[in-house]
């Protein structure tokens, strides 16, 4: 009898495990949105730094990640134990603020040219040029900046992979939004890291001076890292924005009672389509979470900006 339960136990906790390990490739596949945002975010907020201080910065904001996370992650678990009736309010909530960044950066992206860009790029870089600039105070400042931004971005990474799991049991749950905490702090970090170094990396291929087959080849790929870097960062800053707008649009549609009728509704209605009819299906929702995020954005950006400018007024 106590080997049977011992054998029932383990098979128990091999099932809660399985579970757990679904979750969170559950809860993965809806964060990873915001993550390509996070990813391109926390690179920007790197660049200026000197090329052998961009580790210990990326470092020092990965540290203040986990600070972070170990705050929203008991506030979250004891809001769904205490609260849970506030999980998908908050979510929508979650998801308009990511609709609202999102075009934030295209309304900032079409009123301000590149040439506005370029020369907020130039006046830094004449400033870190300058001796009296204070590097330490400059790299602080970033460290700062990036750890803000990383607690905004880390909270809906939380309370999404909460809602993935918020029907489970408590003990499951703690296991899940942990296990994406950690992992989403590993990997936007570790590939922040690469990202920063990735130019570097080219560089000291290019350097390599050998006549051989081997060093031409190297040299070869240091080029083309050299020349992939700075495309790289605008295609995660292209792909991070697209996220936005699926993943906020996607909680806003899911929040609504009969968002998920419609969806299938005009999935079907497009599926009869000749020859494409199957891609059309599968792309629907897809482009009606992104049509929803894009209007939602420009709904709260309008709301923010008239806000704004009634407190403007009163103050005045």
């Known amino acids: 009898m106590a080997g049977a339960s011992l054998l029932t136990l383990l098979d128990d906790i091999a099932s809660v495990l399985d579970d757990v390990a679904l979750m969170t490739k559950v809860a993965a596949r809806k964060t990873a949105g915001v993550l390509g945002d996070d ?18 910065v990326v470092w020092a904001v990965a540290k203040g990640s986990l600070r972070n996370k170990l705050i929203l992650v008991p506030a979250a678990l004891a809001l769904s134990a205490l609260l849970p009736v506030a999980i ?22 079409f009123m301000h040219g590149s040439g506005d860009d370029a020369a907020a790029h130039a006046a830094e870089a004449a400033a870190l040029s300058d001796t009296e600039v204070d590097i330490v105070a400059f790299e602080k400042d970033k460290i700062a900046g990036a750890v803000r ?22 003990g499951s749950q703690v296991a899940v939004v942990s296990g994406i905490a950690l992992i989403m702090t590993a990997g936007v970090y570790g590939l922040v890291a690469g990202i920063v170094k990735l130019d570097d990396a080219g560089f000291y291929l290019l350097r390599k001076t050998a006549s051989n087959g081997w060093a031409a080849l190297q040299r070869g790929i240091g080029r083309v890292l050299v020349n992939a870097a700075p495309y790289l960062m ?28 419609w969806l ?16 059309l299906a599968a792309l629907t929702p897809t482009v009606l979470n992104a049509l929803a995020g894009v209007i939602a954005g420009g709904v709260v950006l309008a709301l923010v900006s008239l806000v704004g400018g009634v407190a403007a007024r009163l103050r005045s």
Do not use: W
């Not at 990813?39 to 210990?56: D, H, M, T």
């Open 39 to 56: 990813l391109a975010l926390n690179a920007e907020q790197v660049s200026g730094v000197r090329a052998e201080r961009e580790l210990p």
């Open 264 to 279: 299938e509704a005009a999935a079907n209605a497009v599926a009869s389509t000749p020859l494409i009819g199957g891609l």
């Open 234 to 261: 605008k295609a995660l800053a292209v792909i991070g924005t697209a996220a936005m707008f699926l993943v906020g649009g996607g909680i806003l549609l899911h929040g609504l009672p009969q968002a998920h009728h």
């Open 88 to 109: 998908t309010p908050l979510l929508m909530i979650g998801g308009a603020y990511l609709c609202f960044e999102g075009f934030e950066k295209l309304a900032h992206k």
């Open 149 to 170: 931004t990383d607690f905004i971005l880390s909270a809906e990474i939380i309370v999404i992979a909460l809602g993935t799991v918020q029907d489970a049991a408590f």
